[in-house]
């Protein structure tokens, strides 16, 4: 009588060409271990040539595409301090002159007024004992406007004097030039695939992956702490006058990255 046999096929590989052999097995002399330990072996010829991909002739490379643009947003730090000995006289005094500032800010639409910081602060002598009390409070106001920005600054200087000044590009300025960047970084990575292909003797490529990286570099940017030049400098050499001629730039590159299969 014949014993029935299993036939196990095997697929070996070296990633060119691909045999297949078959195994005869008799089930009735292998155990369950022995089962197992065939099972497994299979798993380790097969899964290779199953889950391997084919990645020939891919290349990888980046293109890069940028532009300076100039600053369009003027951002403006105003404070208001007030010290005395009496707690609410200095409060009330701080009040006054903030409540002066943000209705003048309020005149204008092109102004935009960020956070109010308030802060009062006691001060002690050498005993521990209250002698005196700072109050301060501090308006961030930006605009496109320089000139306009430049009139309150001259205007609110017996309310408040300019802590800081600083220049950036406006988000919708810089989102229009990604996208402009991106449509040119993205063409010239088709130009070089295509390069790439014929000059390599192929017909034709596929992209097997991308991606878009964006880069600010800010350049020739005034940022001003006027706090210390403010206390030795008469109200009319206070008051900074900023224009779009030093605004400063800021320079934004947008590089595409990625892989073809020629």
């Known amino acids: 009588m014949t014993r029935p ?3 196990l096929p095997i697929i070996f590989s070296d990633r060119h060409d691909a045999f297949q052999q078959n195994i005869r097995i008799n089930p ?3 155990g369950d271990d022995m089962r197992k330990t065939i099972l497994f072996t299979l798993a380790l010829f097969t899964a290779p040539v199953l889950a391997e991909p084919l990645n020939y002739n891919v290349v990888s490379f980046s293109e890069s595409a940028r532009t300076t643009i100039e600053n369009d947003v003027m951002n403006v730090t105003f404070a208001i301090e007030e010290e005395g000995r009496d707690r609410q ?3 009330n005094q701080t009040t006054t002159r903030l409540n002066a500032l943000t209705a003048r800010i309020a005149a204008n639409r092109e102004f935009k007024s960020s956070s109010t910081n308030r802060n009062t602060r006691p001060h002690y002598n050498e005993k521990g004992k ?3 009390w700072h109050d301060s409070a501090y308006v961030n106001v930006q605009s496109k406007n320089f000139q306009a920005l430049n009139k309150l600054i001259a205007a ?5 004097s300019v802590q800081n000044m600083g220049f950036s590009v406006s988000p919708e300025k810089r989102s229009k030039t990604i996208n402009e960047l991106s449509r040119e970084a993205l063409k010239n990575f088709q130009a070089r695939a295509k390069f790439i292909s014929e000059t390599m003797g192929f ?3 596929k992209i097997v992956n991308i991606k878009i990286d964006s880069q600010f570099d800010t350049f020739h940017t005034p940022n001003l702490n006027l706090k210390a030049r403010a206390l030795n400098a008469s109200v009319s050499e206070a008051a900074p006058q ?3 001629d030093n605004s400063g730039t800021e320079e934004v590159v947008q590089t595409v990255s990625g892989s073809i299969q020629m």
Request: aromatic fraction near 8%; hydrophobic fraction near 35%; proline fraction near 0%.
């Open 130 to 132: 209250i002698i005196g």
């Open 89 to 91: 006289q200095v409060s």
């Open 242 to 244: 900023m224009s779009g």
């Open 203 to 205: 017909k034709g490529y």
């Open 28 to 30: 009735i002399n292998i």
């Open 5 to 7: 046999y299993i036939k």
């Open 156 to 160: 609110s200087q017996n309310e408040a």
